[in-house]
DNA sequence: TCCGCGATTGACTCATCAGTCAATTCCAGG
DNA sequence: CCTGGAATTGACTGATGAGTCAATCGCGGA
């Protein structure tokens, strides 16, 4: 049958996968009508629907499209031989770079999907949840070896973690923190320094 | 005049915003209709208008209310004189005990406004980035003091502060993390242990 | 007892959109 | 060329739901 040009076809979905990135970041999910996805991606209202079964859809596509690739990178992270500091750092690094590298992307991930986790089904969070796993992984090997003490529980760290890096990313979408390059790498260490150093003077337990 | 009776008018105005926060948490501010909050009021559609003057309204009252209350407490709290650590404490104290006590209404703030910020007005960023000014001060005076070192900057430390512990609320509201009065106390340890205490075993500085 | 005004009602209006579908275009293979 | 089916189009439908408003109720004061 030769679909086509399997690969204009793919080519064309991209072109609104685009497009309805610029428009969920400028307008919200609820904002938007399907066809200011259509308008913006230069294409007819229909052939939205062709390529996805509907707007949910392609919310969903570009968070499972986005969130998987930061999965294998956290798997692929965790089997190198690195202290535990060595890939928190990397984490983090991956998260704010993709913020760099497309800001509107991971806005549209942090803004939308967290709320639509709530109507949606419960895949997003199962997805998500994976995630904090893998990182309490690394934190729980770190208090196995000795290089992170077992004062707060691992799945506890990876929340903090995490949350750290969500509320910076959100500074910078919501324009309450400044933004560039500098920044970035400000933030990438001051998070693992806050998790992993504390803000304590001096330590707990000598 | 004699507004009928000031009281009973004040009432049904919190008759039906209580009534919004449970359905705002059970169907999402936009997956429910104005008609939702009504009937869970049991009350006319139309005296929904009679007391706010749009959807949006309803939700902004409902977080302005709470989250001005978490702010004269932190202030107050930040006049008392205790360590910073027992302040943090004391927030973090506050904030869990209110999902404790309404955990509807916690949903609200946090999944409706706190991550939605976009959609709604300036009004809610600057309330919400006046709670990280307040924390940022208290470990500012803490580092001047010496009692915080100075590894990391003021408004980088509550952020991580404030998002480990919205992470955890989100792990409750999702449930992805197991609830219940020992849990809510241990979050509150945890989450100050995490942050003033750190993760590695030996410390960066001795 | 009656009056006046705010409280309360809910049917109605009107705009908005998600999703459908019949018509048309375009390409690949024969 | 011609033809079959996929890609593409956009007008249309049907439902939905925010906000309006004219009518009614009922309390407090005179």
Redesign the interface.
Known sequence: MAARNEQQAAEKRRIILDAAVRVFASQ?F??CRVSDIADEAGVAYGLVYHYFRSKDEVLDTLFLERWNVMLDVIRDLDGQDLT??EKLYAIASFIIDSYRHDPDLMKVI??EV??A???FGQTH?EK??EA?ELIAGI?AR?QAD????D???P???A??F???????L??W??E??PRGDVEFEQ?KR??V?????????V??TA
């Open positions: 919200g609820n904002g535990a500091r942090i803004v967290t709320r986790a709530n109507s969070i998500i949840t904090y934190v770190a000795g290089s992170f003490k004062t707060v529980t799945r506890f760290a929340l903090a995490y949350g750290a890096i969500e509320q910076v959100s500074g979408i919501f309450t923190l933030a001051l998070v320094e806050t998790i992993c150093g504390g803000l304590d003077a330590p707990a």
